[in-house]
T-cell receptor, first 114, second 113 residues
């Protein structure tokens, strides 16, 4: 079974802090994704990566950056956390590009910024 | 342009009765379509997927969906609801290539005992 793990289930941070969210997948997948999920808005793509050190902006990249130094690990960084970044963050991976492949999701990190 | 519309934000059914969650999509390409389920405070789990093979797709836990190109729909059904089906359901479309996934805003299913 594919396993996608996220470093924290719940996280509370203060405004202005630098926040790291980590995601690890164990199936040698090429593609990895970071989404945020807010009520009534569904999932919105922040960034995705199609290879080590390669990344592309999604729909809402402002205020976020990412790092992929190893194939299995994809980190989301909030450079200076703000209260409007309070949300559920979901990581996903998939084997490769193309419509045949579904995404596998981690359990999510619920981040609260106070 | 791609988009997904889930026609009901909330659906409530009695245990043992049929479930219908509606999804319409817009796609310029031959799309792949997915249904995911999310239980409270959990990640998304794949229920089923359509990738241009059979139009009637069977998934886990007794769910199925039918791809209807003429109606641009991909509705999710289950003959008999179970209490454990109470969750949020997401319809997702992706074009045949690339890495863009378009999510609906979700349908919250309540199952009444």
């Amino acid at each position: 079974d594919v396993k996608v793990t996220q470093s924290s289930r719940y996280l509370v941070k203060r405004t202005g802090e630098k926040v790291f969210l980590e995601c690890v997948q164990d199936m040698d997948h090429e593609n990895m994704f970071w989404y945020r999920q807010d009520p009534g808005l569904g999932l919105r793509l922040i960034y995705f990566s199609y290879d080590v050190k390669m990344k592309e902006k999604g729909d809402i990249p402002e205020g976020y950056s990412v790092s992929r130094e190893k194939k299995e690990r994809f980190s989301l960084i909030l450079e200076s956390a703000s209260t409007n970044q309070t949300s559920m963050y979901l990581c996903a991976s998939r084997p490769a590009s193309g419509g045949l492949y579904e995404q596998y999701f981690g359990p999510g990190t619920r981040l609260t910024v106070t | 342009a791609q988009s997904v519309t889930q026609l009901d934000s909330h659906v409530s059914v009695s245990e043992g009765t049929p479930v219908l969650l509606r999804c319409n999509y817009s796609s310029s390409y031959s799309p792949s379509l997915f249904w995911y389920v999310q239980h409270p405070n959990k990640g998304l789990q794949l229920l089923l997927k359509y990738t241009s093979a059979a139009t009637l797709v069977k998934g886990i836990n007794g769910f199925e969906a039918e791809f209807k190109k003429s109606e641009t729909s991909f509705h999710l059904t289950k003959p008999s609801a179970h209490m454990s089906d109470a969750a949020e359901y997401f319809c997702v479309v992706t074009p045949g290539t690339g890495n863009q996934f378009y999510f609906g805003t979700g349908t919250s299913l309540t199952v009444i005992p």
